[in-house]
C-alpha cells in the first residue's frame, strides 16, 4: 500500500514538473514572441521621439544663435549720442559704435535709421567718440528727420572685417528695434566710404540710399544695380588723398550696368548721382584742402536732402 502510495505520488510529481516545464517553454517562448511584437511596434515611436528630440534640439540651438548677439551698452554722453556701446557678435567678434534714439522713440511705431561711417581719424582705436569729434554726419541728419535712430560705429579698418561688422550692425538694428525697412540710411566718408562700398557690394538691399563722400568704391557694382539702391557719390576734383578718378570710375561703371539693363538716361540719375566738387566750393567756405574738407558735405542741404528724400 505504501509503495502504491510512493508510486503514485512520483508519478504525480513527475507530471507536475513536466507540466511546469512545459508551461515555463511556452511562456517562454510567448515571451519572445511579445518582446519582438513589442519592438517591432515601438521602432517607428522611438524614430518618433527621435525626430521629435532633434527638432526640439534644433530650435534650442536656433534660439541660442538667435540670442548669441548682445550688447553692452555705453554710459557716456556726447551730445545726445551714448558713447562705446558694444554688440558682442559670435561670428564677427566686438562692434564698437555710438547711439542716438530720439526720446520720443518707444517701438511702438517704426523710425528711420541712419548709419554713418567715419574715416580714418574716427576709427576705434583712435578713442571713443573720435568719429562724433571730427565728423558732424551724426548731428545734422537730426535735422532732416528728428525721429530718427543715428548709429555711428567705430570700427577697426575699412576692409573685409568692417564690412562685415557693418552688415552685423544694420541687421542687429532691423532685428531689434523698430525699424522702417524704406527708411535705413547709409553714409560713408573716406575710409568709411571704402567699407560701406564694400557693404554695398554684398547686401545692398539692407539700405534705401547711399551717400559716398570723398572716399573710392571697393565693393563690387552688380548687385547694387539689381537692387537699384540709389547712390550719390560727392568728392573734390582735387582730393589729395582719393582724387575724383576713382569716383569717376565708380560712377561709369554703374551708369554702364543701368545702361546694360535698358534704363534710361533719366531713370538712371534717379539712381545714380555723382557731384565733384571744384576748388572754389571749398575756398568759398574758407577751407583749402579738399579731403579734409569733405565734412562740408553734412552741411550741404542740397546732398543731405538728396539722401534722407529717398
Known sequence: MKKILVM???????????????????EGTGTVSVAQSDTEES????????????????????????????VTEGTEEYRGFI???????????????????????????????????????????????ENLYSENFGFTAREYNPEMIIVAPQLEDWGETSADQTIALVEYFLDHYNIDPDKVYGEGYSGGGETMSRVLGKRPELFTAYLQCSSQWDGAYEPVT???????????EDDEYYGSEPSEEAYAALYDLYQQEGLSDAEISELLVLDVKDVDYFESQGVRVQHGGGNLFAEDEEIMSWLFDR
Request: net charge negative; charged share 20%.
Open 83 to 129: 558713447l562705446d556701446n558694444v554688440l558682442h557678435s559670435e561670428n564677427d567678434g566686438d562692434i564698437h559704435f555710438n547711439l542716438y534714439v530720439p526720446d520720443s522713440y518707444d517701438g511702438s511705431r517704426p523710425y528711420a535709421v541712419f548709419f554713418t561711417l567715419p574715416g580714418y581719424e574716427g576709427l576705434y582705436f583712435q578713442g571713443v567718440g
Open 226 to 236: 539689381e537692387s537699384r539702391t540709389p547712390v550719390y557719390i560727392v568728392v573734390g
Open 43 to 70: 521602432a517607428p515611436q522611438e524614430a518618433d521621439e527621435n525626430e521629435n528630440t532633434a527638432a526640439v534640439r534644433e530650435n534650442a540651438d536656433q534660439d541660442v544663435q538667435e540670442t548669441s548677439a548682445y
Open 8 to 26: 503514485v505520488f512520483l508519478t504525480g510529481l513527475i507530471l507536475l514538473t513536466g507540466g511546469c516545464g512545459m508551461n515555463q517553454q511556452q
